[in-house]
């Protein structure tokens, strides 16, 4: 529950808050804004479950005609329907929801009383199909400085799922260095002059590129050397990759392709960061 510091990503007016993409916005590629829609256009009711944070942040969302949203939060794990966690954990650790949907934008906040009064926010931009929510989390004294994503949690389940072929140590875990090779890539929403961060580990890819959950990582059959295909997954924040290529060599990835909504199509290389 410790600050990781820097910027927050996106922004536009839920409730007066910061969305991390606004609600109204137009479509990646679209080449233009629309005006804002203050009516929900999404349905987010339900258990989520926030992932490559170090809390395994979850919440049981209520979400009424208007867009308000109740319910209750935890930092382990995601309530069931009765506002609890199973097994059952300190009500310290756990709070009431507050926020809205505004389009497909949406804000919503718990506070908890674990260690100190805190709390735990987040601004989101939500997939079309409701699957999916990414954007700005803040951890109580920042927004983290990466976006970070949610999955719907399962009822039956007590957090998200793990995939066996992934689950494991691989070589190539750790944290890189991705820089733009401008001739191989279309698009305009990566930089050259940028370094970006991709963070690979047993839970899954977190860092300027988004987060993505273990079960969206598959192996690559088609390369040699452990490469994988990260999803697609719905498209959400503006800009956030919906696909990735991971190429590894010598237990190193080496090399990272990203395919966003607009139809852009970057190529990184990928240099190991020495933790």
């Known amino acids: 529950m410790t600050s990781t510091?820097?910027?927050g990503v996106g922004g536009g007016p839920v409730g007066g808050t910061s969305t991390g993409g606004s609600a109204g916005s137009a479509p990646a590629g679209s080449g233009g804004?629309?005006?804002?829609?203050?009516?929900?256009?999404?349905?987010?009711?339900?258990?989520w479950g926030m992932f490559t944070f170090e809390d395994p942040v979850g919440v049981q969302l209520v979400q009424a005609p208007d867009g308000t949203l109740t319910g209750r939060g935890c930092i382990a794990g995601a309530p069931d329907a009765s506002g609890f966690l199973a097994p059952p954990?300190?009500?310290?650790?756990?709070?009431?929801?507050?926020?809205?949907?505004?389009?497909?934008?949406?804000?919503?906040?718990?506070?908890f009383t674990f260690a100190g009064q805190s709390g735990y926010s987040a601004r989101v931009t939500v997939s079309e199909d409701g699957r999916r929510?990414?954007?700005?989390?803040n951890n109580g004294v920042a927004d983290l400085e990466y976006p970070m994503a949610w999955l719907r949690v399962a009822d039956d389940a007590t957090w998200l799922p793990y995939t066996k072929a992934t689950i494991g140590e691989d070589p190539a875990h750790g944290h890189y260095q991705l820089t733009l090779v401008t001739a191989d890539s279309e698009g305009s929403e990566f930089q050259p002059d940028k370094a970006y961060l991709l963070a690979y580990t047993r839970d899954g890819i977190w860092?300027?590129?988004?987060?993505?959950?273990?079960?969206?990582?598959?192996?690559?059959?088609?390369?040699?050397?452990?490469?994988?295909?990260?999803?697609?997954?719905?498209?959400?924040?503006?800009?956030?990759?919906?696909?990735?290529?991971?190429?590894?060599?010598?237990?190193?990835?080496?090399?990272?392709?990203?395919?966003?909504?607009?139809?852009?199509?970057?190529?990184?290389?990928?240099?190991r960061q020495q933790p």
């Open 5 to 7: 510091g820097g910027a």
């Open 33 to 47: 804004a629309a005006a804002p829609v203050d009516r929900p256009l999404v349905d987010i009711s339900g258990r």
């Open 89 to 111: 954990i300190s009500p310290d650790w756990c709070g009431q929801i507050t926020g809205a949907v505004r389009g497909r934008a949406a804000a919503f906040g718990f506070r």
């Open 133 to 137: 929510m990414a954007g700005v989390f």
């Open 207 to 271: 860092g300027e590129l988004g987060s993505f959950w273990n079960t969206e990582l598959v192996p690559d059959t088609s390369k040699p050397n452990g490469a994988l295909r990260v999803g697609p997954v719905p498209p959400t924040l503006t800009g956030l990759p919906t696909a990735l290529s991971l190429v590894a060599d010598g237990g190193d990835l080496r090399g990272v392709t990203a395919s966003t909504a607009s139809g852009g199509r970057y190529t990184f290389t990928a240099a």
